[in-house]
């Protein structure tokens, strides 16, 4: 129910379909001779998409959650196992065209492949399964292999996890798959921007593990200059909302041991 919820209440607050039913809205009053409201309904769109074309508002928001787990400048000698999210390949377009399609951060497999190599007797988990709401017949986890056995990753040491649909079950169904015991060191990759909620996850349901953050869009520095980038600004202010209400949500609802999840003291 959660999964479905989430989607359902992320399509409403998009800031994209935000401006789009806002501008809709006032579209059809003004078109209805509802002049007043509909012209003021207009210009509130006007104007926020000049914010946010100019103000790096989605940026900024995206380094706090980027610099909260800095890179991995020191790894251990001896690691248990190497843990991935998903969230590389489109498995939709994959499946449809016969060909690998990469969706984004594949700084994930590509860092994974690596440390694969760097520790060879390290167990070795790609967890994803589908998060789109209409095609959960399709799992990133089945679409993987190729690329992976492309990066030199041997695919006899990989255990796949392909039923989960979100951050929460990733860590939930790996933990039942691989059973790690609380001794082992685990490294947790994911994109930087989402290492605050992963990791809080994982420490929610008892699994430590050291978090390596990869896929940095940007420097560690805010930005304070405007961007005039009315398309990218929207995207960026999308993604930073949808993971800082994913952290308050998960926190809401007991699915992350903190609010603003950090490393170790």
Request: glycine share 10%; hydrophobic share 45%.
């Amino acid at each position: 129910m959660f999964f479905y919820l989430s989607k359902i209440f992320w399509f409403f607050a998009d800031p994209g379909n935000v401006l789009l039913m806002v501008l809709c809205l006032g579209a059809v009053l003004v078109f209805r001779r509802r002049d007043k409201l509909g012209r003021r309904l207009l210009a509130f769109a006007a104007i926020l998409s000049f914010i946010v074309a100019v103000v790096p508002i989605g940026i900024n928001l995206l380094i706090i959650l980027e610099n909260r787990f800095p890179e991995v400048r020191q790894l251990p000698e001896k690691v248990d196992g190497i843990i991935v999210l998903g969230g590389v390949i489109d498995e939709v377009v994959t499946k449809s065209r016969g060909q690998i399609s990469i969706g984004g951060a594949v700084e994930r497999l590509t860092e994974f492949a690596a440390l694969s190599k760097k520790y060879p007797n390290a167990k070795l988990v790609f967890t994803s399964g589908s998060g789109k709401l209409l095609t959960q017949n399709i799992k990133e986890g089945d679409a993987v292999g190729p690329f992976l056995d492309i990066l030199g990753v041997d695919l006899n040491r990989v255990q796949i996890e392909n039923q989960s649909r979100n951050t929460y079950e990733n860590a939930l169904m790996s933990k039942q798959m691989v059973n790690p015991g609380p001794q082992e060191t685990w490294i947790l990759i994911t994109s930087a921007f989402h290492m605050p909620r992963t990791v809080g996850i994982f420490r929610q349901i008892g699994w430590k593990v050291m978090p390596y953050p990869v896929d940095f869009g940007f420097t560690s520095e805010p930005v304070l200059t405007p961007t005039f980038n009315l398309i990218g600004g929207y995207g960026f202010l999308s993604r930073a909302i949808h993971e800082w209400l994913g952290l308050v949500f998960y926190r809401l609802t007991d699915k992350t041991d903190s609010l603003f999840p950090g490393p170790d003291s």
